[in-house]
């Protein structure tokens, strides 16, 4: 039987989906990123830099506006 603290831990799995309109831009977003920095920009690392510099904003955008 698993322990108290181990049913306590959360997974999270390391995939999300983007649907295929969203997921174009987001391609299109990093292809340009890559091609001005001369360098590869993972679609992930980019939504990364998303949510940890703007993540809060957004947060109180969506519950402010319901």
Known sequence: MASNSNRQQKKYSNNIYVSPGPRQKLEEIVTEIGYKQG???????????????????AKDDILNNG
């Not at 360098?39 to 904003?57: P, T």
């Open 39 to 57: 360098k590869v920009m993972a679609a992930s690392a980019f939504v990364r830099y998303l949510i940890e510099n703007h993540g809060e904003q």
